[in-house]
């Protein structure tokens, strides 16, 4: 028996690759940019791709699916697009519902409708849907323009048929050493798989890993063990990239001003605490950088922290604006979290597109001068075998390969 997949917002198909090593074929990719549905099609050369709306295609997928195949398809993977997914402003939106208003909403976050759709007509045996924590709280308007939450969508529309729950994980309690919580919905109408959700309540498999060890758990990979043994890099021109090692193994190059924050901020820490660095004075009681919650209960950064110290006046290396006309120096707008260090004995913070932003939330390398390089990003994912596309090795995949292979000796 052919056990297909069809994967909705495939992007260039890393989450297929977890499919891949367990012999689950990879038959429809649907995406939308044409630069990720064309290194999806690199990567799967034998899937039909479609590009483009998928409100637009989803009847075309629907088609060819069924004229292809006569079975089922073994599973669908969706991952809708998050950006639209944050809980600002939907106690505003369903107010305005009730009052008979049509709330402003973002068109990404309805693109679970035609995905249901697909897995409606389709009938997958298995159903895998991927986002951020934040999901649970999204509302969204249905085909007949009723706000419902989106969780309650997906129930609504296949909760005849499929059995499962939404779950947030975080990807350090699977093996991957960064933090990154993800919203992981497994659904299936498969009937062992649904005596195991009816035993244990969820499709999701049990951590393999956890801040302390276990009996059951190993302790998380640290941001230690994964790259500890990379040869170091300064974000200075001609010090930032190591070709020998890796031409992968580079980081942008830093100003002046930035090379003097980031050098003197401690493992952990944020640059807007650094302290005196006026070798005659050494004062560390200067007043720490932080955040509070105004009368709206909207997070606010301290607008009173010194950016000279409060002993001998000497500037800190603490980030600064400078005004062109004046000259003068004023600190920063922003939170703890930018400019900020990683620990080395913990998993990375949340790897993001900005990851390579000195400013970006916990991006920092834990002691050297510069963020990550694109090398240990691509360790982190597990990814670098996949975008060689010559050099291809799923011995070393993501966390999403284990998770297939733990669904399937459960199932």
């Given at each position: 028996m052919n056990r297909n997949a069809i994967s909705l917002f495939s992007s260039s198909g890393i989450g297929d690759l977890g499919l891949k090593a367990n012999n689950i074929q990879t038959v429809i990719g649907c995406e939308l940019l044409p630069e990720r549905m064309k290194l999806f099609s690199n990567n799967y050369p034998d899937a039909k791709c479609f590009l483009g709306d998928i409100w637009e295609l989803k009847e075309e997928i629907v088609s060819y699916y069924r004229t292809q195949y006569e079975e089922a398809p073994f599973m669908i993977i969706a991952t809708p697009p998050c950006q639209g997914m944050s809980s600002n402003g939907m106690g505003k939106m369903l107010n305005d519902y009730r009052k008979g208003l049509r709330p402003k909403?973002?068109?990404?976050?309805?693109?679970?409708?035609?995905?249901?759709?697909?897995?409606?007509?389709?009938?997958?045996?298995?159903v895998i849907l991927e986002n951020v924590a934040n999901m649970v709280n999204t509302l969204i308007l249905d085909e007949e323009d009723n706000l419902i939450n989106i969780i309650e969508y997906i129930k609504r529309e296949l909760g005849d048929v499929y059995s499962g729950e939404p779950k947030v994980v975080d990807v350090a309690d699977y093996g991957i050493p960064q933090h990154r919580r993800r919203l992981i919905t497994v659904l299936t109408r498969n009937e062992k798989g649904k005596m195991v959700f009816e035993s244990n309540k969820t499709l999701i498999p049990p951590p393999t890993h956890s801040s302390t060890d276990t009996l059951v758990t190993s302790h998380w990979i640290t941001l230690r063990e994964a790259i500890g043994n990379l040869p170091p890099l300064r974000a200075e021109k001609g010090k930032n990239i190591d070709k020998k090692f890796n031409p992968l193994h580079k980081?942008?190059?830093?100003?002046?001003?930035?090379?003097?924050?980031?050098?003197?901020?401690?493992?952990?820490?944020?640059?807007?605490?650094?302290?005196?660095?006026?070798?005659?004075?050494?004062?560390?009681?200067?007043?720490?950088?932080?955040?509070?919650?105004?009368?709206?209960?909207?997070?606010?950064?301290?607008?009173?922290?010194?950016?000279?110290?409060?002993?001998?006046?000497?500037?800190?290396?603490?980030?600064?604006?400078?005004?062109?006309?004046?000259?003068?120096?004023?600190?920063?707008?922003?939170?703890?979290?930018?400019?900020k260090r990683m620990m080395w004995d913990e998993p990375a913070s949340t790897l993001t597109q900005n990851f390579q932003f000195a400013c970006s939330d916990n991006k920092l390398h834990p002691d050297q001068c510069r963020v990550l390089s694109l090398h240990a990003y691509y360790y982190w994912r597990k990814r670098i075998e996949f975008i060689n596309k010559d050099d291809m090795d799923t011995n070393d995949t993501p966390t999403f390969v284990e998770f297939i292979s733990q669904l399937q000796k459960r199932c």
């Open positions: 909403m973002d068109p990404r976050n309805r693109l679970i409708i035609p995905a249901v759709k697909i897995i409606k007509e389709l009938q997958p045996e298995w980081v942008p190059i830093l100003d002046e001003k930035k090379i003097f924050w980031v050098d003197n901020t401690p493992e952990g820490e944020t640059a807007f605490n650094n302290q005196c660095v006026n070798p005659e004075c050494g004062y560390t009681g200067n007043q720490r950088h932080g955040a509070s919650h105004n009368e709206e209960g909207i997070n606010k950064y301290s607008t009173e922290t010194p950016l000279y110290c409060e002993k001998c006046g000497a500037l800190l290396p603490r980030p600064w604006v400078e005004d062109k006309k004046t000259g003068e120096k004023r600190l920063m707008k922003g939170f703890v979290s930018a400019y």
